[in-house]
């Protein structure tokens, strides 16, 4: 009984999502707190930054109030730094200068 009344929730929800209605798969995910927010797990510094393919940062904004630096590795992996470190802004800060330099 409870199999039938979960999968019957589900439908419900993938029928609003497809029909255009409001869709928070991250409610799913762990992130009841902020369903705008993509890092509920903050790093304190850079990891492997050979293995870095791109690092996105992302401005708080009405989806989310905080700032975000997600990076993802070569590999496809992703973690979020803690935006609120000063290191982390330095780390970035000087591997951008060693990327830009011939």
Not at 30 to 36: E, H, R, S
Not at 67 to 87: A, D, H, M, S
Request: some cysteine; glycine content about 4%; aromatic content about 6%.
């Amino acid at each position: 009984m409870v199999n039938r009344s979960l999968m019957l929730s589900l439908l419900v929800l993938y029928v609003i999502c497809i029909q255009g209605g409001t869709c928070i798969p991250s409610l799913f995910l762990g992130f009841l707190d902020d369903p705008g927010c993509s890092c509920v797990d903050l790093k304190e510094k850079l990891v492997h930054v050979q293995n870095i393919q791109n690092i996105k940062i992302v401005p708080a904004s009405s989806f989310c109030e905080d700032t975000e630096i997600i990076v993802r590795q070569k590999n496809g992996i992703r973690y979020c730094l803690n935006p609120q470190k000063q290191k982390i802004w330095r780390s970035l800060q000087n591997l951008t200068k060693k990327t830009s330099q011939p």
